[in-house]
Each structure stands twice: as C-alpha cells, then as structure tokens.
C-alpha cells in the first residue's frame, strides 16, 4: 500500500497551501487518517486527523487555521492550510492506519513546506 503525499512548497507568512494525500487503496478501508509534521530538531507531531465517520481532530497549532478532509471517490486526503506562519515550516507527513487483528500503519513519504519571508 502506498500514500503518496503532495502540495508543499514554499510560501510568504499568511499565504495558503493545500496538502494532497493519495492512497493506492481505497480509503475506505481505513480507520483514521491523518498529517503529522517534523521541524527539524523537533519530534513528530500530529497535525490533524480524520475519521472513517469524518470526525476531526486538530492539534493546537492547527486549529482555526487548518481544515483536513478526505474524498472518498478520490482516495484522497487533503489539509487546507491558511494564515501559514514561519513556525509551521516542517515535512508534512500522511499517516493511514486500520485494525484488523492489530494495527496496521501506512505512511506517506513527507512534503515540505516552507513559510519565509
């Protein structure tokens, strides 16, 4: 299975960005997806994530600013990101998981994203 991630670049403070994160499966089929980020030097940490009932859930940094939402007909998740600070330079990773006898975790590759001015 493979989650290939995409949107990032670079951006000026304030801008927006719309993260993409394509499944080779369908969606469906998982539990909670989900965006975590790593800044260097820092540790991983949850962005976002979305359910298989599409109940969200937004770590501090994003909330008021990030919207993270999935299409099922795509297979797709995405992360609307606006009012992008320098602090929330980082890779961007997609994260995927469903239970069956136990978990089991799919990642994505990372996009970076870069606010500078």
């Known amino acids: 299975v493979q989650l290939q991630a995409s949107g990032g670049g670079s951006v000026q403070p304030g801008s927006s960005l719309r993260l993409s994160c394509t499944a080779s499966?369908?969606?469906?089929?998982?539990?909670?997806m989900s965006w975590y980020r790593q800044s260097p030097g820092k540790e991983r940490e949850l962005v976002a994530r979305i359910t298989s009932g599409d109940i969200t859930h937004y770590g501090d940094s994003a909330k008021g600013r990030f919207t993270i939402s999935r299409d099922i007909t795509k297979n797709a998740m995405y992360l609307e990101m606006k009012a992008l600070e320098p602090e929330d330079t980082a890779v961007y990773y997609c994260n995927a998981y469903y239970i069956h006898d136990r978990r089991y975790d799919d990642w994505g590759q990372g996009t970076q994203v870069t606010v500078s001015s």
């Open positions: 499966i369908d969606i469906i089929n998982y539990n909670v």
